[in-house]
Protein backbone atom coordinates (compact mmCIF):
# COMPACT_ATOMS: atom_id res chain seq x y z
CA UNK A 1 0.00 0.00 0.00
CA UNK A 2 2.67 2.83 0.56
CA UNK A 3 3.55 1.87 -3.19
CA UNK A 4 0.42 3.27 -3.89
CA UNK A 5 0.58 6.13 -1.03
CA UNK A 6 -1.11 5.07 1.85
CA UNK A 7 -0.89 3.45 4.71
CA UNK A 8 -0.78 -0.21 5.33
CA UNK A 9 -4.23 -0.80 6.32
CA UNK A 10 -6.85 -3.77 7.27
CA UNK A 11 -4.68 -3.89 10.82
CA UNK A 12 -1.22 -5.36 8.32
CA UNK A 13 1.18 -3.27 10.21
CA UNK A 14 0.29 -5.16 13.90
CA UNK A 15 -0.53 -8.34 12.65
CA UNK A 16 2.29 -9.29 10.69
CA UNK A 17 4.53 -7.59 13.05
CA UNK A 18 2.95 -9.88 15.33
CA UNK A 19 2.82 -12.74 13.29
CA UNK A 20 5.93 -13.30 11.03
CA UNK A 21 8.12 -10.53 13.21
CA UNK A 22 9.59 -6.70 13.13
CA UNK A 23 12.56 -7.56 10.57
CA UNK A 24 10.22 -9.60 7.98
CA UNK A 25 7.10 -7.30 8.49
CA UNK A 26 9.07 -4.10 8.00
CA UNK A 27 10.90 -5.75 5.19
CA UNK A 28 7.48 -6.74 3.37
CA UNK A 29 5.08 -3.64 4.50
CA UNK A 30 8.36 -1.16 3.72
CA UNK A 31 8.97 -2.56 0.31
CA UNK A 32 5.31 -3.10 -0.72
CA UNK A 33 6.46 -6.94 -1.65
CA UNK A 34 3.98 -9.23 -2.90
CA UNK A 35 5.02 -12.76 -1.48
CA UNK A 36 3.78 -16.21 -2.41
CA UNK A 37 3.08 -19.29 -0.39
CA UNK A 38 6.99 -20.36 -0.20
CA UNK A 39 7.58 -16.61 1.46
CA UNK A 40 4.71 -17.02 3.48
CA UNK A 41 5.59 -20.53 5.04
CA UNK A 42 9.27 -19.08 5.92
CA UNK A 43 7.97 -16.60 7.83
CA UNK A 44 5.89 -17.90 9.78
CA UNK A 45 2.17 -16.98 8.50
CA UNK A 46 1.30 -20.45 7.17
CA UNK A 47 2.08 -23.77 8.67
CA UNK A 48 2.07 -25.49 6.47
CA UNK A 49 2.18 -25.33 2.13
CA UNK A 50 0.24 -27.88 -0.39
CA UNK A 51 0.03 -28.02 -3.79
CA UNK A 52 -2.75 -26.20 -5.99
CA UNK A 53 -6.10 -28.13 -5.40
CA UNK A 54 -5.56 -30.08 -2.09
CA UNK A 55 -6.06 -27.15 -0.03
CA UNK A 56 -9.53 -28.59 1.24
CA UNK A 57 -8.20 -32.02 1.41
CA UNK A 58 -5.18 -31.05 3.74
CA UNK A 59 -7.57 -29.11 6.16
CA UNK A 60 -9.91 -31.89 6.49
CA UNK A 61 -7.39 -34.79 7.24
CA UNK A 62 -5.80 -31.87 9.51
CA UNK A 63 -9.11 -31.33 11.35
CA UNK A 64 -9.78 -35.62 11.57
CA UNK A 65 -6.77 -35.64 12.84
CA UNK A 66 -7.37 -33.21 15.62
CA UNK A 67 -10.87 -34.58 16.33
CA UNK A 68 -9.73 -38.33 16.29
CA UNK A 69 -6.87 -37.84 18.50
CA UNK A 70 -6.91 -34.82 20.76
CA UNK A 71 -8.96 -34.45 23.82
CA UNK A 72 -11.72 -32.02 23.29
CA UNK A 73 -11.85 -29.99 26.10
CA UNK A 74 -8.33 -29.96 26.34
CA UNK A 75 -8.53 -28.28 22.69
CA UNK A 76 -11.20 -25.72 23.71
CA UNK A 77 -8.86 -24.85 26.26
CA UNK A 78 -6.07 -24.68 24.14
CA UNK A 79 -8.12 -22.43 21.84
CA UNK A 80 -9.10 -20.46 24.13
CA UNK A 81 -5.45 -19.55 25.98
CA UNK A 82 -4.43 -18.28 22.75
CA UNK A 83 -7.10 -16.31 22.14
CA UNK A 84 -6.69 -14.90 25.37
CA UNK A 85 -3.14 -13.99 24.58
CA UNK A 86 -4.24 -12.64 21.59
CA UNK A 87 -6.46 -10.27 22.59
CA UNK A 88 -5.25 -9.77 26.55
CA UNK A 89 -2.04 -10.69 26.69
CA UNK A 90 0.45 -13.04 28.25
CA UNK A 91 0.16 -11.66 32.22
CA UNK A 92 -3.73 -12.91 31.60
CA UNK A 93 -2.55 -16.31 30.30
CA UNK A 94 -0.37 -16.48 33.58
CA UNK A 95 -3.37 -15.49 35.79
CA UNK A 96 -5.90 -17.96 34.07
CA UNK A 97 -3.75 -21.01 34.08
CA UNK A 98 -4.02 -22.50 37.20
CA UNK A 99 -8.06 -22.87 36.91
CA UNK A 100 -7.90 -23.88 33.30
CA UNK A 101 -5.65 -26.76 34.41
CA UNK A 102 -7.15 -27.55 37.53
CA UNK A 103 -10.73 -28.35 35.55
CA UNK A 104 -9.03 -30.04 32.98
CA UNK A 105 -7.10 -31.93 35.72
CA UNK A 106 -10.76 -33.32 37.00
CA UNK A 107 -12.24 -34.25 33.33
CA UNK A 108 -13.28 -37.41 32.64
CA UNK A 109 -11.05 -37.16 29.70
CA UNK A 110 -7.55 -36.39 31.39
CA UNK A 111 -8.48 -39.25 33.34
CA UNK A 112 -8.46 -41.52 29.91
CA UNK A 113 -5.31 -39.63 28.79
CA UNK A 114 -3.02 -40.84 31.82
CA UNK A 115 -4.76 -44.08 31.42
CA UNK A 116 -4.04 -44.83 27.96
CA UNK A 117 -0.66 -43.44 28.34
CA UNK A 118 0.29 -46.03 30.70
CA UNK A 119 -1.75 -48.64 29.01
CA UNK A 120 0.13 -47.44 26.13
CA UNK A 121 -3.08 -47.30 23.52
CA UNK A 122 -4.62 -44.75 21.73
CA UNK A 123 -7.56 -42.77 24.18
CA UNK A 124 -11.06 -42.28 23.61
CA UNK A 125 -11.97 -39.16 24.47
CA UNK A 126 -15.62 -38.05 25.32
CA UNK A 127 -15.76 -34.10 25.63
CA UNK A 128 -16.26 -34.93 29.46
Known amino acids: EPARGIHATGGATFRITERAGWGNAMYHLLTSDVFDAQEAYRI ?19 AQHIANTQAPLAIQATKASARRYLHE ?37 QGR
Open 44 to 62: GLVQEVVPAGQEYDRALEL
Open 89 to 125: GVQSCIEALDTVQAELMLSEDAQEGVRSFVERRQASF
